[in-house]
C-alpha cells in the first residue's frame, strides 16, 4: 500500500502510500501513548481520563494550553510528567470532549480560582 502513487497530471504525482503511511505511523504512536498514559477509572477523579499516577485530568491540560500556558509551564509545574504524556492528553482531550455542562476552570491556579 505503501507504493501507491497517483498522477494528478504530467509530472505531478503524489505518494498517497507515503502519505497514508505517515498517518498510520502517527496514529499507531498516539495509541500506544494513551494506552499508556491515559487511564480512565471510576476510582480517580469519578472515572474522567486522567495522565496515569496523577489525577490531573486530560481536559485540564487542554484547557491550560487553550488559555496560553505551553507544554514547558505544565512540566515546569509538574517535573514527574512527560511531553509525551502532555501530548497524549491533549489529544485524548480533543477527541473525547466534556458532555454535559462545563465545570468550571478545572485547569486554573489557584489564584485564579473565582469562589462563590
Do not use: Q
Amino acid at each position: 500500500m505503501r507504493t501507491a502513487r497517483v498522477e494528478l497530471v504530467p509530472a505531478v504525482e503524489i505518494d498517497i502510500g507515503r502519505l497514508l503511511g505517515d498517518v498510520m505511523d502517527r496514529a499507531e504512536g498516539y495509541r500506544a501513548a494513551r494506552d499508556a498514559l491515559i487511564v480512565t477509572d471510576e476510582a480517580i477523579m469519578g472515572g474522567t481520563a486522567v495522565i496515569r499516577g496523577t489525577r490531573m485530568t486530560v481536559h485540564s491540560v487542554l484547557g491550560r494550553i487553550e488559555h496560553g500556558e505551553t507544554l514547558d509551564d505544565i512540566l515546569d509545574d509538574n517535573p514527574d510528567l512527560s511531553r509525551e504524556a502532555l501530548e497524549a492528553a491533549i489529544i485524548y482531550a480533543r477527541t473525547h470532549p466534556l458532555i454535559g455542562r462545563p465545570g468550571g476552570r478545572p485547569w486554573a491556579k489557584p489564584s485564579e480560582a473565582v469562589h462563590r
